[in-house]
Each structure stands twice: as C-alpha cells, then as structure tokens.
DNA sequence: GTAGTACTTTATAATGATTCTAAAAAGGTG
DNA sequence: CACCTTTTTAGAATCATTATAAAGTACTAC
C-alpha cells in the first residue's frame, strides 16, 4: 500500500484506519476542503468498516501536525482543514459560506514589514471575504 | 452620554447594559482583541451591575452587525473579536496564543488577480502565525 | 512465532462555547 | 399613564471537540 511508508516515516503506525482515512483524504485528483463531520460522512461512503468518531479526529490532528493537512483560519463553529498544503489562500463566499483555493500567482507577493523580537513567521495566510 | 446617539443611530435602544458594554468596549485609549469571555471578565471589573452573559453575546453581535467590532478570522475554540475596526491584519504569536495588530502600512499592498464571477470583495485579512 | 510493551482504537462521558427559550423588565410613543 | 415592542435574563439545550479508560493492534526482541 502506498500511505504505509508514509505514515512509517512520520513515526505513525499504520493502522488499518489510519489507511483508509489516507485513502479517502489523499487518493483524489483534486486536493479538497473538510469539516471533520464532512470527512466522517466521506468516511461512510466510502469504507465499509466503521471508524469511530474519536478515531478521526485524532487522525486528523495527528495528519495535520505531521504537516500532511492544514487548518484554514476562518471564523466558523467548525474547524475547516485542507488536503492542499502547498503555501496559497482562499476566498470565502460568505453566502454560500464556501472556501475556494487562491494560489499564491493569484495574490501579488506578501511582504510583511513588521518584526516581533525573538519570533519568526511561520505562514502568512490570506483570507478574502466574497460578498454578492 | 456619549453612546446614545451612535446606538439610536443604528437603530439599538440604548438601553442600561448596551451603554456600560460601550464604556468597556470604546472608552478606553486603544483598541484590543477579546473572547466573549475576556469581555465577562472586564465588565466584572468594571461595571457595578451584573449583566448576563446572554446579553453579552446579544450585544457583541449586534454590534458586530452595525460594524462596531470586527471578527479575526483564526481558528480557536472562542471567537475573537476587534475593537479596531479600520482596515488592519493580525499576528497570532501561536505559543503565548496572543494576537497583535498589523497595521496595512507593516504590509505590502495586497493584490487579489483572482476574480470570482458575480462576487466582489468584500474584506481581505492577512494571517501570520508567529514562533519563537 | 511468542511475549512483552507501547501505541491505537473505541464507546461513552465530560467539557465548554454558543444559542435557544419564554417569562419578566425596560424603552419608546402617543 | 397605557400600550406595544424590544431587550434582558436565568437556565436549558445544542453541538463540536476532548478526555477517559478498557480492549485491541502493531512492533521489537528473542
């Protein structure tokens, strides 16, 4: 199976679940945005086993520290997270309360000018609201 | 009482509780960022009266909704709130969990190519995370 | 392969922010 | 003041997320 190096590499064991959750998450053309209740209901579609609740969002914790997803930063009740991790920003259609991936070529270059002592940037995400 | 006019003006009765939310959120020097909780907090200190933290969140939301406080997009299990509500980015120092302004003059003009049809833009809000 | 250990999964309970409810209180108008 | 509408309130309800602790699984050494 192809996640299993994967998962090795970054110190996370296998598990059969673990690799389902991979399948569903990382085996699409297109890289996609999620709730973890979206990923649970994908889940269900797709796998025939049952994979507890706790069991995803562990996983999908354990994913994103390894770097494998990212959070997006957006007001909402539930947390968004995101298969792309290449370094780009979205919008959001306020309305249909919607994200859309905004490359980074679609953003002019992003020069921060301020500097905090002792701390470094780590990322610089925008978000831009889209209204009717 | 300097808050009347600006809640009547936007159709809000000014009523006890609005006005002593207004003195803790507008009164003071600077601006600052808070969780509807840090709020409950001010107002205990500084307000005689008990007010319920229903009317809290009404408030903060209404006032929201006239444009009075501005949400900071980032992902936390509270909603943070802005009493600066001119055009401006965030820090988020992710280990101290502390946000800091980012006036638009710390950051490069910021160009969006991206055009979404049908859509204007309502807001764009940068995010830099911050580590040591 | 087996034994031992550490990690993982799981159902369920607990937590905690936010929203809802419906009754009492207060503001605004004539 | 009398009336109607808006607002406040305490407490209950909701819902995403996290904690718990017992059972199951992966890995390592032999």
């Known amino acids: 199976m192809k996640y299993i190096e994967k998962l090795r590499n970054s110190g996370l064991r296998p598990t059969k679940q673990r690799l389902q959750i991979c399948e569903v998450l990382f085996n699409s053309e297109k890289t996609f945005h999620f709730t973890i209740n979206d990923l649970d209901q994908k889940i269900k579609k797709q796998i025939s086993d049952k994979i507890s609740l706790a069991t995803i969002y562990n996983t999908v914790h354990a994913f994103e520290k390894k770097g494998y ?4 930063p957006i007001n ?3 947390i968004y997270f995101d298969t792309n991790i290449s370094d780009h920003h979205h919008f959001y259609d306020l309305k249909e309360e919607k994200l859309i991936d905004l490359e980074n070529a679609d953003v002019g270059p992003i020069n921060i000018l301020k500097k ?3 701390k470094k940037i780590k990322s610089v995400e925008v978000l831009v609201k889209l209204e009717d």
Chains 1, 2 share one sequence.
């Open 116 to 118: 905090i002592n002792g």
């Open 69 to 72: 997803l990212k959070q997006i």
């Open 76 to 78: 909402s009740n539930q």
